[in-house]
Every structure is written in structure tokens, then in C-alpha cells.
Nanobody, 119 residues
Framework: QVQLVESGGGLVQAGGSLRLSCQAS????????TGWFRQAPGKEREFVAA????????YYADSVKGRFTISRDNAKNTMYLQMNSLKPEDTAVYYC????????????WGQGTQVTVSS
């Protein structure tokens, strides 16, 4: 199985940028489909973005489309989330996740990294 560790969160003003990283260890990273999710206080966890094994296809929630970019470097066992034009409503704990296929549930999760956007 794979272990995931997020980093790169922090406090940023509205309109600013952050880049999150998700470092994988254990089983070969390129085996997994991966994605980012977030959970704001008092809300359910929601999908943010996903990327297929090769990195050739990406998916985004409507709320982040055009502002966030997901990518991965399989040689570095790392996935990224570049977040631009951040809004206060982007404030949440961001989690990276992995699954065995696009038909499977996300079974592997990181511990999360806090992103806070001030107005």
C-alpha cells in the first residue's frame, strides 16, 4: 500500500497563491489514481481535483476550475496542487488521496494540511 504526506499549507491573503505537495511512499506511486479533497469547518469533505496515473487527464470541481492546477511527478512520487486567486471560501484542511483504479474508492489518505485564506 501507499503512504501519503501533505505539505505546503499556510495562511495567505485573498488573491494569493499556494502550492500543496503530496509525497508518497511505499508501493509504486504511478500505480495509483490520485486526487485532492478538502474539508472546511462544519462542512463535509468535498472533491477538489483528480489526476490519472499518467498525469494526462485531470478533473476539477467547478468551484476551483481555472484557479487550481493538479499535477504529478511519478519519478518523484509526488502530486501537487497549485492554487491561485485564492478566496476565503477556499479555507479548509486539504487532503491528498489515492485509489487503485478510477472505479475504486479512495482508500489511502494523508493527514491533511491547513489552508487559511484571509479576506
Amino acid at each position: 500500500q501507499v503512504q501519503l504526506v501533505e505539505s505546503g499549507g499556510g495562511l495567505v491573503q485573498a488573491g494569493g497563491s499556494l502550492r500543496l505537495s503530496c509525497q508518497a511512499s511505499g508501493r509504486t506511486f504511478s500505480y495509483y489514481e490520485t486526487g485532492w479533497f478538502r474539508q472546511a469547518p462544519g462542512k463535509e469533505r468535498e472533491f477538489v481535483a483528480a489526476i490519472i496515473r499518467s498525469g494526462g487527464t485531470t478533473y476539477y470541481a467547478d468551484s476551483v476550475k481555472g484557479r487550481f492546477t493538479i499535477s504529478r511527478d511519478n519519478a518523484k512520487n509526488t502530486m501537487y496542487l497549485q492554487m491561485n486567486s485564492l478566496k476565503p471560501e477556499d479555507t479548509a484542511v486539504y487532503y491528498c488521496a489515492a485509489r487503485n483504479s478510477d472505479h475504486a474508492n479512495y482508500a489511502y489518505w494523508g493527514q491533511g494540511t491547513q489552508v487559511t485564506v484571509s479576506s
